[in-house]
């Protein structure tokens, strides 16, 4: 095949010597995948980890991004492996302490990220994981910062990101 087929495409099978039509549709893989991004300015208060505020999800196949809640449902028909990526970028002058990225599954933490000492404008830190997941399972990035001050993390729809995608079974 040179393109995807439509979902009214049909294959053709044998089951036992009985050809059989099936629609594209009824055998595809499942295709889920968000990304997120801060539309507003974030406080990060010293010495405390935070659920980083991604309001805005686009695209957003297959609704498993929550912008109120800031939480990553997998949804059904999701299981398997899954490819997870966040990146939060300081936007405070400071020269002291650092940055850790979490990714919390289920209420725990799933990996961590640090970015070591903080500089000034646009120190970043990045966070990416490779894991089996099923469905109903949730997920959270949080930030905590020791910058002896509070963090303001940089908004835009290129900065400071998360996002996830299926990319085959476990």
């Known amino acids: 095949l040179a393109a995807i087929p439509a979902d009214t495409d049909e294959f053709i099978i044998s089951d036992a010597g009985v050809l059989k039509r099936v629609d594209y549709s009824l055998i595809k893989p499942p295709v889920f995948y968000y990304r997120a991004y801060q539309s507003s300015q974030q406080t990060i208060s010293n010495s405390t980890t935070t659920v980083v505020s991604f309001d805005v999800a686009s695209p957003n196949v297959g609704s ?37 990225l979490y990714l919390y599954g289920d209420g725990a933490i799933w990996n961590v990220s640090l970015s070591g000492l903080m500089g000034a404008y646009d120190t970043s830190v990045t966070l990416s994981n490779i894991s089996d997941c099923t469905a109903g399972q949730t997920f959270q990035w949080k930030l905590r910062q020791d910058s002896g001050g509070d963090l303001k993390i940089y908004n835009h729809s290129t900065s400071t990101i998360c996002l996830a995608t299926r990319i085959g079974d476990a």
């Open 64 to 100: 498993m991004w929550d912008t109120s809640t800031n939480t990553l449902t997998i949804p059904t028909g999701g299981d398997g492996k899954w490819f997870f990526y966040a990146r939060v970028i300081n936007e405070t002058d400071t020269s002291t302490g650092g940055m850790a």
